[in-house]
């Protein structure tokens, strides 16, 4: 005997909801949505056309795809056709690929992803599934949706600029002895600027049209021979203007997308190229992506950004600038890899925001083992007396402050330093051991103080039972939610190009991991 199975017959109840689990992911979905305030949604309001889908339908239907590691747009309404839940969260719509890459894309769907964020960790807290005592914060690279060989590097750039600088001062100065051209008062000695340029080719076609003219009046074949000659040259000088004007404005253009990175990609110009992870073969992909900053508590992604820079220092101030203005306050303690540990950051944590930054500095570790505190050519060994401001070498000679320095790095941050030199380094049997200075030059040490007031201030930080016990957390709680990201859920590559869409999809991804981690603990 078999149980009943008709295909012919109409099976009640009719509902999605009664034939999903009720601990379903889409649940949760479907109450995180509907916990964004309505006002959050008033953007998407158009009082002509054709009415649209509701946001908060079109909302949930992608965060529910996404956390099915679903990510094209064709294969979501693929879902909205055979998927229960997808189904009933849709309440019977089937909006078409279109409108849904389109949806996801919007600028104005930033703002809806940034409120899932909020909403989400003030369920956590009510929940009291995180204590909001620390914040973990570390990035990865992501690889942008665009091709690896269509690159563009800033040194290619300047190299290639300078010689359309030198080839149209040549042609400029040819044109002057030739007297071709008047003399124009130029912008600056240096280069031609590209008005300067246009005005010169404007020029040369002028010089030219009068030699066509000529020819066309003159009935000698003489004549005329004589007058092509003479047109010849400005000929082939205005043919070269008009490509050096072309290469410059393709140049100048280049100079403006790049910024202050040193590359991109002609298919994503806002994508940079970066160095990623080694792949299965241990080859190192340079590849062009975007460097993914997120903030973690309780293996909980509660903030998220893009940037273009590959390196991690750079990005810990904008990251907390853009945290404190879109998702929460910022709690006691920012805690971060040694990534992260530079001047800038530390005086950005302790003076300005007043927090503690449980960050380490790239030589903690190194620091810590028995050979580096043996070592006596190592500065930090040797004896200082506070009391003349000197400094004992290992060979026993002192080291007297002469000079305060200054040095200011690319983002306009001012580091002060002291000199220190060493009364006589000649003779000295150490020498080649303790300095790479030049025979007839002596010794001379650079000292930070803020900077060793900081690093003092980190390892007691990290000595210290609390605190240190905070910091052990990071690799279990940050860690894990990138091996989620790209593991699991299976997103290691933008489906979208340009930054402000690649952000979309990453709140969309990252909002995923969270719903399917919530959903399991349930």
């Known amino acids: 005997m078999f149980k009943n199975y008709n295909m012919n017959q109409l099976v009640l109840p009719l509902d999605c909801e009664v034939n999903i689990q009720k601990n379903d992911i889409a649940f949760h979905v479907h109450h995180l949505v509907e916990s964004i305030p309505q006002e959050a949604f008033e953007p998407f309001l158009r009082n002509e056309g054709c009415p649209a889908y509701h946001p908060r339908m079109m909302l949930k239907i992608i965060l529910c795809a996404y956390t099915q590691s679903v990510f094209s747009g064709r294969k979501i309404e693929a879902l909205l056709k055979d998927s229960l839940r997808m189904m009933w969260l849709a309440q019977g719509y089937e909006p078409s690929y279109r409108t849904i890459n389109r949806f996801r894309v919007q600028p104005e769907v930033k703002d809806l992803i940034r409120q899932c964020f909020v909403q989400f960790r003030c369920q956590l807290v009510e929940e009291k599934c995180i204590d909001q005592e620390a914040v973990f914060i570390d990035g990865t690279k992501i690889e942008a949706n665009a091709n690896k060989f269509t690159f563009v590097w800033k040194k290619s750039i300047e190299k290639y600029h300078q010689s359309v600088i030198e080839k149209s001062n040549q042609l400029y100065s040819e044109l002057l002895e030739n007297e071709i051209i008047p003399e124009i008062k130029r912008e600056s000695d240096e280069q031609l600027s590209l008005e300067e340029l246009t005005q010169y080719v404007q020029k040369v076609d002028e010089v030219v049209t009068e030699y066509d003219k000529q020819i066309e009046a003159s009935s000698d074949v003489i004549e005329r021979k004589s007058i092509r000659s003479k047109r010849k040259y400005p000929k082939q000088v205005r043919k070269q203007l ?124 190194k620091e810590q083992k028995k050979k580096h505190k043996q070592n006596i050519f190592n500065p930090d060994n040797w004896q200082y007396d506070e009391v003349t401001d000197t400094y004992k070498c290992p060979n026993q000679k002192r080291l007297e402050f002469q000079y305060h320095s200054v040095r200011k790095d690319r983002t306009g941050f001012q580091r002060e330093f002291k000199v220190y030199g060493c009364e006589d380094c000649s003779g000295c049997p150490l020498r080649s051991k303790c300095t790479k200075a030049k025979e007839g030059s002596n010794r001379k040490l650079m000292i930070n103080e803020k900077w060793e007031q900081q690093k003092e201030y980190v390892r007691a930080k990290l000595s210290d039972e609390k605190t240190s016990a905070i910091y052990r957390k990071r690799k279990i709680d940050v860690e894990p939610v990138f091996g989620f990201l790209k593991a699991n859920l299976r997103f290691t590559r933008f489906s979208v190009r340009g930054k402000l869409k690649a952000e979309n999809e990453m709140g969309l991804a990252l909002m995923a991991v969270n719903l399917r981690k919530f959903t399991a603990k349930k």
């Open 242 to 365: 008009m490509d050096l004007v072309l290469r410059k404005q393709r140049y100048q253009k280049a100079f403006e997308i790049l910024g202050a990175r040193n590359s991109y990609s002609k298919t994503d110009p806002d994508a940079t190229f970066m160095r990623m992870k080694d792949d299965y073969m241990k080859n190192g992909q340079l590849k062009a992506g975007y460097n993914v900053q997120i903030a973690t508590e309780g293996q909980y992604a509660l903030a998220y950004s893009l940037f273009s820079n590959p390196t991690d220092t750079r990005t810990l101030i904008p990251f907390l600038d853009e945290i404190e203005q879109h998702f929460f306050e910022l709690p006691e303690h920012i805690v971060a890899d040694a990534g992260y540990g530079s001047e800038q950051n530390y005086n950005d944590l302790l003076s300005n925001r007043n927090r503690e930054a449980l960050i380490t500095y790239n030589m903690y570790v």
